[in-house]
């Protein structure tokens, strides 16, 4: 594995699924891995999750760790090559990247899309570049258009919680005050086409994801209808991802807000998100709080999922 | 122990300071009890003492640790329940709290008072819902009325230095620019009020701790016959605590800052504070580099406090 | 070793650049020497390369590292004796550094040049405190007149690369939009000084550094007659240092930027730069990214340089 950004990164998801549940059982089982192996972590946005959850994981399978945020201590990076850099930033990412890579064996980037170009974000700009001048393996702390450790996360979260063989899994579209990026929407669907759940989105128009990330998953318009016996109700806000919508924010109605009366056209179902998450705006109090919430042990999950996709990079360097 | 926030919390006094004296005799002797277990630093407000003798004697012990500094790098942190949150807060720590607790075994948690709210600085607020909600033992870093490891500290310090069996101690007020909180003034009385010293407090009329703190220690209001005879002079500054006036500043005497003269009134006493403190505010310069002057050596024992009630959090989990 | 400052601190350089390729070859080698030992690394200012660096290099040796930003998350700190503390510095560096010390057993400093003043400057005011008043030893991670760590990788970099016994190596200042430093040059110039190397400095009229850092060196203010030959051709900005001009900017001529045009004067030389680097004013786009370019192995070399200096730290104390 030279990098982990998608579903196609972690081959065969039974033999993923067991594997985090091998190690969620005995998650210092594997710190020979990591000895003197170095996990550089760069953030250029804010984390909690991510954060704490990565380096449990890097430090569980004995490695050192190293943060760095880029924008506290650090140096203003710039981006774009050409320019003759007489402003404020002091750096350029084609020094910086193959500097950071000279000190660690495993880099994970947390870069989110900046909404500034549709093309900048979807190409992965950030972390494209990370990829190719680094010259070590990198995996994705949620970039710009992709959050593979939380969907990875969610998988086991719902592999552990599934009632029924095939269960009925709605990714639903909430309001929320600002643009957010479709990075977990997009992993989430990536991820739920890549299994045999009866997989659907629902939002209102205007909100369709990237075909990429999509796929042929059913979407229905209807917010009621397509909860109608779920087992799983994973809510997420993102900002407009069509044409000249990009980063746009198309619709605010609250009536999209997951609540008890529409938890109670579920099978009974259990609600996602994947945090931080804006109380009364994506969800009441009250579903949050309910016994079917399973937003603590998805967070939970995430140094599993990423123990596991850390232990498969450290497998393929010893 | 499932929290440390008060002299109850530790138990036999004497048999904390043996513990402590011989964890400073060899501070690397307990490092298996540390081994694959996570201590989680959070610090909602600045630290450079605690931040770095918490840290030490975490690793002392052998643990792994994580330091969270809440205002950079991660999400503003919502604590009102009932809110919609469609302000600049991301996440509630309703949410924040269960998961920080996942990716840890113990808790540390600064939280200043805030002065907004007598009830809420009092009761604890932000403390207690870790407490509450995070599943895991936590203690406190200083928090809104408490600072039990410098409490635990200055006594390891007093014992070590006094001469004879029943030192006098005085914890005096002195004048500070800012309002500050009570918590080491607090803590300070109470740990004294444990012991069988001669404890006498000295400050303005008006500056009255809260009773449960201050307990039955007499209060003199004229410092100069408080400090005759003291072996111990414990400076702090403290905004007022009773009634309206609470997180005032009723004074601001220059006559209360330790000086020479002052000092010259003690039994050849020494000089206490916290720190960080202001010179020429609490203590003159000559004061505080005096061969008296015990504040560097106090600092010192805040490893030695935090790795003893560390050692004793993880005693209970093996 | 108490310090490490300059060239003097290092003893032979043979001996010095010897033992760097042989921990090159094995950085893990020497892991015993740091058990239960720590390092605090102190952030006055922004750092990349020198906080992974030192970090890894400290990690490989088998050190605990705490790293302290002083601007975020601790105290501001007073630096003037004598001042009644009533303004925003809540602490002073007379109470902070012993404190610093109480900590840890070895300690990095980055402290920049402030241009206030030149005296406060070239007395290492800042880093001389930590030497003076921690009771540990200190080395400096770029301080307001030396970036040691950056010169002796520098060192390491032209011994890997030379070509012949005694290459020529210039240092030429180059164009930049703000006033900078003048520790790497200086650094450099004093390490270069102490080989038998053909070294020459070249500058615009007024840019002359200290000469207890220039030494004999010559200075030639022609670059392209100072480049002709070079084997290596070391670009840095710099402010003045001379007389009133101390800190300001007296040149911002683009003709001095590294070009292709100034490379092909030299013998096929290497180009080196200590990092950050503002490209198209220090250095086109084309002669960084030229096989010539030894901007990253340099870089790269930090974490040995680190790591030899650590070590010998490591080894007075055991």
């Not at 910086?96 to 549709?118: N, T």
């Not at 552990?160 to 709605?170: A, D, L």
């Not at 600002?178 to 086409?193: G, I, T």
């Amino acid at each position: 594995m030279k990098k982990f950004l998608g579903v196609q990164d972690i081959g065969n998801l039974h033999d993923a699924v067991a594997e985090a549940l091998e190690v969620k059982r005995n998650r210092f089982a594997y710190k020979h891995l990591g000895q003197d192996k170095t996990l550089l972590m760069i953030f250029f946005n804010n984390s909690l999750r991510t954060r704490l959850s990565t380096q449990k994981a890097a430090m569980n399978l004995g490695m050192n760790v190293m943060v760095l945020d880029v924008n506290q201590g650090a140096w203003k990076l710039e981006t774009e090559r050409g320019v003759v850099m007489d402003g404020d930033k002091s750096e350029h990412l084609l020094e910086a990247i193959p500097v950071m890579g000279s000190f660690c064996d495993l880099i994970g980037v947390r870069s989110f899309a900046r909404y500034e170009s549709k093309e900048d974000d979807y190409s992965e700009k950030i972390l494209q570049q990370f990829i190719r001048y680094s010259g070590k393996p990198v995996f994705s702390m949620e970039s710009a258009t992709v959050h593979p450790l939380q969907a990875f996360a969610d998988l086991i979260t719902i592999e552990e919680h599934k009632r029924t063989q095939r269960p009925k899994v709605v990714l639903t579209w909430a309001p929320h005050p600002k643009a957010l990026p479709q990075a977990v929407p997009n992993s989430f669907a990536q991820w739920m086409n890549a299994t045999d759940y009866d997989f659907v989105i629902t939002h209102p128009h205007g909100y369709e994801l990237a075909s990429e990330f999509a796929g042929n998953a059913p979407v229905e318009y209807n917010q009621d209808k397509a909860l109608e016996g779920a087992d799983f109700v994973y809510a997420k806000n993102w900002a407009a991802y069509s044409g000249d919508n990009y980063g746009k924010i198309l619709c605010q109605d609250r009536s999209w807000t997951i609540d008890d009366r529409k938890m109670s056209l579920t099978n009974d179902g259990y609600f996602m998100h994947c945090l931080p998450v804006r109380r009364n705006m994506i969800v009441t109090d009250s579903v949050i709080e309910s016994p079917n919430s399973l937003v603590i042990p998805e967070a939970a999950n995430r140094e599993i999922s990423a123990e596991v996709v850390i232990k498969r990079f450290l497998e393929e360097m010893s």
